[in-house]
């Protein structure tokens, strides 16, 4: 197994791609956990039939948005496993040499790509009619590849330094300007 790993190693292709690889794996625990919830939110919402008949505006909203408000446990719970498998082992160099607000920027992109989950959640479900099961499938093959461009470039992108010996021109005023012409 130990020369298995070794010759996958070895090759280009995962010499290329490795972190790609490497947040593939990762996207996939993610996706189970996010999974998981999801289909547990929706189990509970179904434990209860009565609430699509409810009265009570909040009640009827929630159950009626039950595959939406999955769609939000799943996510927060996911993306917080995510940031720290991705800060821990994909991206530990750039991680390390991040200028801060790394986490920000990394909840700001799946952000993005939470609020695109949001619309194909509604385009899937309501206007092509796909089942609530089968949505959450769908959506992972469109967010990933985003994800994955947002956290490499995005949210763990190095720190910007200057070259050494290199100095910045400092930024000219109009009245610098007025003197060096006269």
Same mark, same amino acid.
């Given at each position: ?9 070895? !090759? ?56 939406? $408000? ?6 927060? $719970? ?34 993005? !790509?939470?609020?695109?989950? $949001? ?14 099961? $089968? ?48």
């Amino acid at each position: 197994m130990k020369k298995l790993m070794q010759r996958m190693h070895d !090759t280009k292709l995962y010499k290329k791609y490795h972190q790609f690889f490497k947040f593939c794996i990762v996207g996939g625990t993610n996706f189970l956990i996010s999974l998981i919830i999801y289909y547990f939110v929706l189990w509970v919402f179904s434990c209860f039939p009565a609430g699509l008949h409810s009265s009570n505006a909040l009640v009827l909203f929630s159950f009626h948005n039950d595959s939406q $408000i999955a769609n939000v446990f799943a996510f927060v $719970i996911s993306v917080l496993n995510a940031y720290i498998l991705n800060r821990v082992w994909v991206f530990r160099k750039e991680a390390r040499k991040a200028a801060k607000g790394a986490v920000f920027r990394f909840f700001a992109s799946y952000g993005v !790509t939470f609020f695109l989950s $949001i619309f194909l959640i509604w385009l899937w479900v309501e206007v092509f009619s796909i089942s609530k099961m $089968i949505v959450p499938f769908l959506n992972v093959l469109i967010t990933t590849p985003i994800n994955f461009l947002l956290s490499k470039y995005f949210s763990f992108r190095k720190k910007k330094t200057h070259l050494d010996g290199i100095e910045l021109a400092p930024f000219e005023t109009s009245d610098q300007e007025e003197d060096q012409v006269q």
